[in-house]
C-alpha cells in the first residue's frame, strides 16, 4: 500500500528508537526470502516476543519483495491482541497494507479495537488503519465512522485520534 507516496517497506532506522526491534530487524534482515508461512506460524506461536515479532517483520518483507497475499492478513489478524506492543503494532501495520484491497475486512479490525479501553491500540488503530480507511470514499467509512463516534466515547477518541479529523472535531 502506498498512501501518502510513502511505501509500507520496512523502515530499518525506525529501529534505532526500540531496543528490541533493533535487535528483530537485523534478525529478519539476515532471512532469505520469502518467508514461508507454515515457518512463520511456528513463530507466532513461540513464548518469546523476539519470535512473534520476527515473523511479523518477515511478513512485512514479503509483502515489500512478493506481493499481497491474503493469507498475510489472516496470519497477522489474531496478533493485534498480542500482549507486546511492538508486535500489535507491528501486526497492525500489515493489515494496513490491505486497506486497497480488503477495505470491509480492515474496517471490521476497526470496529473490533476501535473501541478498545486501551488508549495505545487506539492510537494505532486510529493512525495505521482508521485515517486511511477514511480517504477510501467507496466504502463510506467516514460517515460510518462519524455514526459510531457519536455513540460510543471511545470511538471519538480513536476518530479524533486521525490526523484527518483532529483539528475538526471537539476532543
Known amino acids: 500500500m502506498d498512501t501518502d507516496g510513502e511505501s509500507a517497506h520496512l523502515d530499518f ?9 533493533r535487535g528483530i530487524f537485523e534478525r529478519a534482515k539476515m532471512h532469505s526470502l520469502p518467508s514461508r508461512l507454515q515457518d512463520l506460524n511456528r513463530l507466532t506461536v513461540s513464548d518469546s516476543d523476539e519470535d512473534r515479532l520476527l515473523a ?3 511478513v512485512r518483507r ?3 519483495e512478493i506481493g499481497h497475499d491474503e493469507e ?42 476501535g473501541n478498545s479501553p486501551d488508549e495505545d491500540m487506539r492510537t494505532a488503530v ?10 477510501n470514499e467507496a ?8 455514526k459510531l ?15 484527518t479529523f483532529s483539528e475538526d472535531r471537539p476532543q
Open 62 to 64: 514479503n509483502l515489500d
Open 56 to 58: 511479523l517483520l518477515l
Open 13 to 21: 532506522n525506525a529501529a534505532k528508537r526500540d531496543k528490541q526491534l
Open 72 to 113: 498475510y492478513f489472516d496470519f497477522a489478524r489474531p496478533m493485534i491482541s498480542d500482549s507486546n506492543n511492538n508486535c500489535r503494532w507491528q501486526a497492525m501495520i500489515v493489515l494496513g497494507a490491505f486497506i486497497d484491497s480488503m477495505a470491509d475486512q480492515v474496517w471490521e479490525v476497526v470496529l473490533e479495537y
Open 149 to 163: 463516534a457519536a455513540t460510543d466515547h471511545l470511538f471519538a477518541d480513536t476518530l479524533n485520534k486521525c490526523w
Open 126 to 135: 486510529a493512525t495505521v488503519l482508521l485515517e486511511h480507511l477514511l480517504d
Open 139 to 146: 466504502g463510506g467509512y467516514e460517515t460510518k465512522a462519524e
